[in-house]
Structure formats: C-alpha cells, structure tokens
C-alpha cells in the first residue's frame, strides 16, 4: 500500500514539504514576540536567521514567515518584509505556503502584494498563483475575499472565473466583481450569468459593468445576447439590447429594426437607438459608446 505522502500530487507533495520545512527549527531558529529595537541589530539578527538556510527559495519563505506569521515587533519585520518582497518572484510557490500558513491579515497582505507587483509575479499561468486567489474568495473573513476578489476583478485570471462566479452567487458584495471580472477575461460563457445577474440588480454601476464586459468579451457573447433581446423581463430585455449595441455590425439593421417594432412602445428611448444605430450600420458609421470602468469601491482597497 502507497503511503499517504506517496499519493500527494506534485504541487501538492512540494507545498506540503516547504510548509513542514517552515514550521522546523532549523528553519526558524527560537521565535520570539519581540524583535530586536535598533535597525542594527535587527539586520544582524535577520542576517543570522536567513544564513542558516542554503536557498533563495528557502530564504524568501523564512523572511516572508518572519514579517507575516511571527511578525515580530521592531524593525526586524519591515526589514524581514523587504526581503521577502525582493525575492518572491523567484518563486510564487513562497506566496501559497505563506497564504496557507498565515492568518487574515497576513492573507490580504499575500493578495495585495500580488495585485501590485502583477507585471512580475502575474507572468505566465501560474497553478500556484491561481489557487491562493481560488482559497481567497472562499475565505470566511470577508477582508480576505475583498483581496482576493479585486485581483479576480482587474487581473486576467482565466482559470478561477468560475471559483469569481461562485463566490459572487454566495457572497453579493463581490458581484460587480464578478461581472468584471468575465470582461478582464474575455470569457463569452460568462456572459450569460452577467445578464441575468445585472438585470435582477438596481445598482446601476453593475449594469455599467455588464455591457463594458461585453464590449471587452466582443463578438462571441452575440449568441447569449440574442437570447435576452426578447426577454419577458423588461429589465432583462433592456440590459440585452444595452449590451447588444456594444457588438452591433453590418447585416444587424433587420434585426435592430425588429426589435424597434416589438419593443419600441414599451422603451422609447432604446427604440430611437435601435433606428439611428440601424441608419449608422448600414452607412458604415457606427461606432458603440463604451461605458467608463466602474471602480470596484471596496472600502480599504
């Protein structure tokens, strides 16, 4: 029979290793409350402390461990900080040991750190990245699931759109999150749960949000939209049409002009858009009028 450690799947085996390795005393040496007063001495004992490991990786982990989980006082952690910061992105596998191991602050902390240096450790597609944001928006303390869901938000992060979705169907507050989150991704299966959920919304900023992240998403999100246009809801029926206009292209005046003769009396105002769009197609002048970002406005972010 395998042993337990056999079965664990690399980078689980890896994340399970690095972590043990954290917790040893050759790692850490004797954890104390609180750190040495003068910045001298602080850098002496750091240096003592990172010395005692052989690796840049196994450095960074140490120092991120001490600023984030020991969080000594003195100036031992910002300079047990700067460290970490400086050395994380040779390896991000460092940002998901520490996410697991640390508390809620040490966790928003991870996400920030993330979501400002994204043109270092965002580069390429990363699991390791992927499941700290994935066990962010799944966190109970919602500090932690605002972190996670402002990365999910403005970061191309296609691999945890669903994990976005999720979180937004149990938690409200991330759903205009959410609905940027399928734009910044250009992800056209989406496009279905942005509808329904921004026409069921007052907010008006969502619905904002909803037809820029179908300008962003472009032609593909055409067949969902098409579903919508007809709705029985009229909030519905008007949010596809708002969105539909941001993909409108020659050959859709037949079809704008169908809508004018359904809905027109029920919407004035969008069935005069519908003609003078109509009119702009066929003379190959239309241009759509794309809504501004919408800021997330999450409070402390």
């Given at each position: 029979?395998?042993?337990?450690?056999?079965?664990?799947?690399?980078?689980?085996?890896?994340?399970?290793?690095?972590?043990?390795?954290?917790?040893?005393?050759?790692?850490?040496?004797?954890?104390?409350?609180?750190?040495?007063?003068?910045?001298?001495?602080?850098?002496?004992?750091?240096?003592?402390?990172?010395?005692?490991?052989?690796?840049?990786?196994?450095?960074?982990?140490?120092?991120?461990?001490?600023?984030?989980?020991?969080?000594?006082?003195?100036?031992?952690?910002?300079?047990?900080?700067?460290?970490?910061?400086?050395?994380?992105?040779?390896?991000?596998?460092?940002?998901?040991?520490?996410?697991?191991?640390?508390?809620?602050?040490?966790?928003?902390?991870?996400?920030?750190?993330?979501?400002?240096?994204?043109?270092?450790?965002?580069?390429?597609?990363?699991?390791?990245?992927?499941?700290?944001?994935?066990?962010?928006?799944?966190?109970?303390?919602?500090?932690?699931?605002?972190?996670?869901?402002?990365?999910?938000?403005?970061?191309?992060l296609p691999r945890i759109l669903h994990a976005m979705i999720d979180a937004a169907v149990v938690h409200p507050e991330l759903e205009l999150a959410a609905v940027k989150a399928v734009g910044v991704n250009a992800e056209y299966r989406g496009i279905r749960w942005v509808l329904d959920a921004a026409a069921a919304h007052e907010d008006a900023a969502i619905r904002q949000a909803a037809v820029r992240a179908t300008y962003l998403v472009g032609g593909r999100a055409r067949p969902l939209i098409h579903e919508k246009l007809d709705a029985e809801s009229g909030a519905t029926r008007a949010l596809a049409f708002d969105c539909f206009l941001m993909v409108a292209r020659p050959g859709d005046e037949p079809l704008l002009q169908a809508w004018y003769q359904r809905h027109g009396e029920s919407d004035p105002e969008r069935a005069a858009k519908a003609l003078r769009v109509a009119a702009e197609l066929e003379a190959g002048a239309y241009e759509p009028a794309i809504p501004d970002e919408v800021p997330l406005g999450f409070p402390g972010l």
């Open positions: 029979m395998r042993s337990s450690l056999g079965r664990l799947r690399w980078p689980a085996l890896f994340v399970a290793l690095i972590a043990a390795a954290a917790l040893s005393p050759y790692w850490l040496g004797v954890t104390r409350a609180a750190g040495p007063e003068t910045v001298t001495d602080a850098k002496a004992a750091l240096a003592e402390r990172l010395g005692a490991v052989k690796t840049v990786r196994e450095r960074t982990l140490l120092s991120g461990r001490i600023a984030l989980v020991e969080r000594p006082s003195g100036p031992l952690r910002e300079l047990a900080l700067e460290h970490f910061e400086q050395n994380v992105s040779s390896s991000t596998a460092v940002l998901l040991a520490l996410f697991r191991e640390g508390d809620a602050d040490a966790k928003v902390t991870l996400l920030d750190l993330l979501h400002r240096d994204w043109p270092t450790l965002g580069r390429g597609t990363d699991s390791w990245r992927d499941e700290m944001v994935r066990l962010g928006l799944q966190h109970e303390t919602p500090a932690v699931r605002l972190a996670a869901a402002r990365l999910a938000a403005t970061r191309p």
